[in-house]
């Protein structure tokens, strides 16, 4: 059993769309990431939260501990958002360590 | 903007030998992670190191794995006995705090081919 889903697993958009993507876990965090891999490879973080909401720019993440659930919303979505969108729980011991999403990966077509 | 750097970015060796993946973490961070992704699959933790001592590992850090950072500034990964599953994109990260309170920065990544 994953302790982290993600869905969708793919996603294809239209450039303007809103997209969501979603992340559920099993286990009990203390955190949560969502990082960006680059179609070259390179990973990127987006964010770090333990509650509530956080807005960068066009993206914004929620989380909601009780349900054990967060997602990733990207606003007016653009081509060169398109990339894999990673959801990473930290979970366990005093530095805590990160259990990884599968990934969604989503493509923006003009 | 600070990075961590990663060499080499492509490493290619022969089942059985050891290679060495370095990393540099950016200068005033204080915790350090390795992770790997095979091919098509989701990103692993490997090992994570504070105060120069590992203080995490998962179950497939065994004992052919081992991290140094040997001189201040740089973070190693050593496979001493490389095999064919070992074949993956080993990322370093680093933080300024530890990842309940800080964000992640990571490396490129270096891909290691065994052969």
Redesign the interface.
């Known amino acids: 059993k994953n302790e982290v889903e993600q869905s969708p697993q793919n996603l294809t958009a239209q450039e303007g769309e809103f997209i969501t993507i979603n992340c559920s876990y099993s286990v009990g965090i203390?955190?949560l990431?969502w990082?960006q891999q680059h179609p070259?490879?390179?990973?990127?973080?987006l964010?770090?939260l333990?509650s509530g909401k956080k807005k960068h720019g066009r993206l914004i993440a929620t989380i909601n501990i009780q349900e054990k659930h967060s997602s990733l919303h990207i606003t007016a979505s653009h081509p060169r958002d398109s990339a894999v969108y990673?959801c990473?729980v930290?979970t366990?011991?005093?530095?805590?360590?990160?259990?990884?999403?599968?990934?969604t990966k989503l493509s923006v077509k003009p | 903007e600070p990075e961590v750097t990663q060499t080499p970015s492509h490493q290619v060796t022969q089942m059985g030998q050891e290679v060495i993946l370095r990393c540099v973490p950016i200068s005033n961070h204080l915790?350090f992670?390795w992770?790997r992704?095979i091919l098509g699959?989701?990103?692993?933790?490997l090992v994570?190191f504070?105060n120069n001592e590992i203080?995490?590992k998962?179950e497939i850090f065994d004992d052919q794995f081992s991290v140094e950072r040997p001189d201040g500034s740089n973070f190693t990964l050593k496979i001493r006995s490389t095999k064919l599953e070992d074949s993956a994109?080993y990322?370093c990260?680093s933080s300024m705090r530890?990842?309940?309170?800080?964000?992640?920065?990571?490396g490129?990544?270096t891909?290691l081919t065994v052969t």
């Open positions: 203390s955190a990431h990082l070259g490879g390179g990973i990127v973080s964010f770090m333990s990673i990473a930290v366990g011991g005093s530095q805590g360590n990160l259990i990884f999403g599968k990934g | 915790y992670y992770y992704q699959q989701k990103v692993e933790f994570s504070y203080s995490e998962s994109m990322f990260a530890g990842l309940y309170n800080s964000p992640l920065h990571f490129n990544g891909r």
